[in-house]
């Protein structure tokens, strides 16, 4: 009996010994991977690409340059036949959903009960930042031509929505890529990947890798205003009229929160490296605020919802109340502005 169980410990340590073993050689393969830049599978067990937040919100398509779609490149609002036409690219906060309202559509709402034939296409889908919003442009809003392009931007531009370094990819193009170039196994997948790539370079063999361009160095708030000015100048060579408005977020600027409001704002783990997220998005803001103030055609509605309360569903989601302070604040500026028709 005791032999037997002097066997079954042998043998239990030496399992641990093994897991031990290739776990800690999986630490030692990811840090590598990290270091050289190369693209990093999931720790010990694989998985599918990372489309989790794609699908929860209903855009399982890919898209080759943006990497994930909605249904349709634009929702549109108002009649066909209107001579004037405005676009709106934008994260979750400008999308369109079948379940509720967002603020585009509560716009061009408002421009049908004053008697206005203005089309208002919605080309917002959730997960885009401004880094999107560049390239949408000018693969999609270039052979739409509306007369008017509005851009509503800024929660996005910090936090998990592009790759670090390598703001103009998206982590669910780099998440599909790695996974199509990349060997594919189940578990410790970092230590397999790393093996492959040293074979490779001991046998002088040629396979296929992942490039994303020059490294971005400037900040974050930076390269944002960087993306509408080039957006701007754009849709300026086409003959469009761009506005870009910094969007307002809970936990910024002088909107007063409700207890609730707070609650879910201190529950949101951003990274683990930041999980304050209220502290992250308010040096994203108090860099971008002065920033889009130097550019005639950027309005900061940071402070839109300022001596109000109860107008967000979640941290950054305003409710149906809040979209339509949006929706009716963007319209008297176009009016003040004298664009619309």
Same mark, same amino acid.
């Given at each position: 009996m005791k032999q037997s169980h002097k066997m079954?410990?042998?043998?239990l340590f030496f399992v641990l010994f093994i897991m031990a073993f290739?776990?800690?050689?999986?630490t030692v393969s990811l840090g590598v991977l990290k270091a050289k830049n190369i693209p990093r599978k999931a720790f010990l067990i694989n998985r599918l690409?990372?489309?989790?937040?794609? &699908? #929860?919100v209903t855009y399982p398509h890919l898209d080759p340059l943006l990497g994930h779609a909605a249904n349709t490149p634009f929702t549109e609002y108002g009649s066909q036949d209107s001579k004037q036409s405005i676009a709106i690219l934008g994260g979750s906060t400008v999308a369109h959903f079948s379940d509720k309202s967002n603020w585009p559509e509560l716009f061009?709402?408002?421009?049908?009960?004053?008697?206005?034939q203005v089309r208002v296409l919605n080309g917002g889908v959730g997960g885009y930042s401004s880094n999107q &919003? #560049?390239?949408?442009?000018?693969?999609?809003?270039?052979?739409l031509k509306p007369t008017i392009l509005i851009t509503f931007d800024g929660i996005n531009d910090f936090g998990n929505h592009s790759v670090e370094k390598y703001v103009m990819t998206h982590p669910y193009q780099l998440a599909l890529y790695s996974t199509l170039l990349s060997p594919t196994a189940l578990f410790f997948p970092n230590t397999v990947h790393l093996a492959h790539k040293i074979t490779d370079v001991l046998f002088k063999k040629h396979t296929l890798d992942l490039r994303m361009g020059v490294e971005h160095i400037d900040s974050l708030p930076q390269n944002w205003v960087r993306n509408q000015r080039m957006i701007h100048a754009v849709a300026t060579e086409l003959g469009i009229h761009h506005l870009s408005y910094l969007q307002p977020t809970n936990g910024v600027g002088k909107y007063t929160p409700t207890k609730e409001e707070l609650d879910t704002l201190r529950s949101i783990v951003f990274k683990e490296d930041a999980p304050d997220y209220t502290k992250a998005a308010n040096a994203f803001y108090d860099e971008a605020r002065p920033l889009c103030n130097s550019l005639?055609?950027?309005?900061?509605?940071?402070?839109v919802f300022d001596g109000k309360t109860a107008l967000y569903a979640d941290p950054r989601h305003p409710n149906q109340e809040g979209y339509q302070i949006i929706a009716d604040t963007i319209l008297k500026d176009l009016k003040k502005k004298k664009l619309i028709n």
């Amino acid at each position: 009996m005791k032999q037997s169980h002097k066997m079954g410990f042998s043998i239990l340590f030496f399992v641990l010994f093994i897991m031990a073993f290739f776990v800690i050689i999986e630490t030692v393969s990811l840090g590598v991977l990290k270091a050289k830049n190369i693209p990093r599978k999931a720790f010990l067990i694989n998985r599918l690409p990372a489309f989790g937040f794609a &699908e #929860v919100v209903t855009y399982p398509h890919l898209d080759p340059l943006l990497g994930h779609a909605a249904n349709t490149p634009f929702t549109e609002y108002g009649s066909q036949d209107s001579k004037q036409s405005i676009a709106i690219l934008g994260g979750s906060t400008v999308a369109h959903f079948s379940d509720k309202s967002n603020w585009p559509e509560l716009f061009s709402k408002n421009l049908a009960r004053e008697g206005r034939q203005v089309r208002v296409l919605n080309g917002g889908v959730g997960g885009y930042s401004s880094n999107q &919003e #560049v390239l949408k442009t000018v693969r999609d809003i270039a052979p739409l031509k509306p007369t008017i392009l509005i851009t509503f931007d800024g929660i996005n531009d910090f936090g998990n929505h592009s790759v670090e370094k390598y703001v103009m990819t998206h982590p669910y193009q780099l998440a599909l890529y790695s996974t199509l170039l990349s060997p594919t196994a189940l578990f410790f997948p970092n230590t397999v990947h790393l093996a492959h790539k040293i074979t490779d370079v001991l046998f002088k063999k040629h396979t296929l890798d992942l490039r994303m361009g020059v490294e971005h160095i400037d900040s974050l708030p930076q390269n944002w205003v960087r993306n509408q000015r080039m957006i701007h100048a754009v849709a300026t060579e086409l003959g469009i009229h761009h506005l870009s408005y910094l969007q307002p977020t809970n936990g910024v600027g002088k909107y007063t929160p409700t207890k609730e409001e707070l609650d879910t704002l201190r529950s949101i783990v951003f990274k683990e490296d930041a999980p304050d997220y209220t502290k992250a998005a308010n040096a994203f803001y108090d860099e971008a605020r002065p920033l889009c103030n130097s550019l005639s055609y950027c309005t900061d509605l940071t402070d839109v919802f300022d001596g109000k309360t109860a107008l967000y569903a979640d941290p950054r989601h305003p409710n149906q109340e809040g979209y339509q302070i949006i929706a009716d604040t963007i319209l008297k500026d176009l009016k003040k502005k004298k664009l619309i028709n």
